[in-house]
């Protein structure tokens, strides 16, 4: 991508972290960084973002159907509703030359599923990739934060009933944590990890000024 045809190809941007680690706050802010430059830009969250997702969502956050869900069958609906928003949404988006932001993409499965559920690592890829076909994020930015103070932040909302996702212990949190810095570790290009302890507005200009150096300063 450069800045004479900044979206010829369109980019895939993923932002991942635990509960409460501001990700809705800086893809809003990303967001309109762009759009005031003048891109074209699409949010999705998973899961959900399609008619079938969002029915898959509510069986995996909300319904009473969803108590006694084996993490197996998890892997398999949270993979399900995104092979349906690959192909519905992102792809015809991607094909249109956009930027998606999406909140959470694969390394949600590969974290929540895979390390603090405890599945193992191959066919939790193997379902991973067959969920997104080729579509790998150019970029995903981790917002990195302690458990303890996310779950803070969660329950400060206050505007909801925890869902089933948020009714975990501690331990699992810091499983997740500890699953993303891990693959930030493994693949230093494509992730990036920034600090969400700090000021909302001193994370928007380090994400800004990523995205910068990374797409727009290259020609
Ligand atoms: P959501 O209400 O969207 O919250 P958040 O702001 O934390 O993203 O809830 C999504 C929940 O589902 C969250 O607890 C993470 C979990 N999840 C997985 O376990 N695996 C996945 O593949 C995805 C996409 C989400």
């Not at 899961?47 to 197996?72: W, Y």
């Not at 969920?131 to 917002?143: E, F, Y």
């Not at 303890?148 to 206050?158: C, D, P, S």
């Not at 948020?166 to 331990?171: C, P, V």
Request: proline share 5%; net charge negative.
């Amino acid at each position: 991508m450069s800045a004479e045809h900044p979206q010829k190809n369109g980019l895939l941007i993923s932002f991942e972290g635990s509960e409460g680690s501001g990700k809705t706050t800086q893809i809003r802010c990303l967001s309109a960084r762009l759009e005031d430059a003048g891109y074209d830009v699409l949010i999705t969250r998973e899961p959900g973002g399609t008619e079938i997702g969002e029915q898959v969502r509510h069986i995996l956050k909300h319904a009473d159907s969803g108590r006694g869900m084996t993490p197996e069958t998890e892997l398999l609906l949270f993979a399900a509703a995104r092979a349906q928003l690959v192909r519905e949404v992102i792809m015809p988006a991607l094909d249109a030359g956009r930027i998606i932001l999406c909140d959470r993409y694969l390394d949600s499965t590969t974290v929540y599923q895979g390390v603090a559920r405890s599945l193992s690592e191959e066919p939790v890829t193997v379902i991973n990739r067959f969920a997104v076909g080729p579509l790998m994020p150019d970029w995903t930015i981790i917002l990195d934060l302690p458990p303890e103070v996310g779950l803070q932040r969660v329950r400060a909302r206050g505007n909801d009933l925890p869902d089933r996702m948020e009714e975990e212990s501690i331990e699992f949190y810091r499983a997740v944590r500890e699953g993303y810095l891990l693959l930030a570790d493994d693949l230093p290009d494509r992730y990036s990890v920034f600090d969400s302890e700090q000021p909302v507005e001193l994370i928007e200009d380090e994400i800004w000024e990523e995205m910068q150096e990374r797409y727009f300063r290259r020609d």
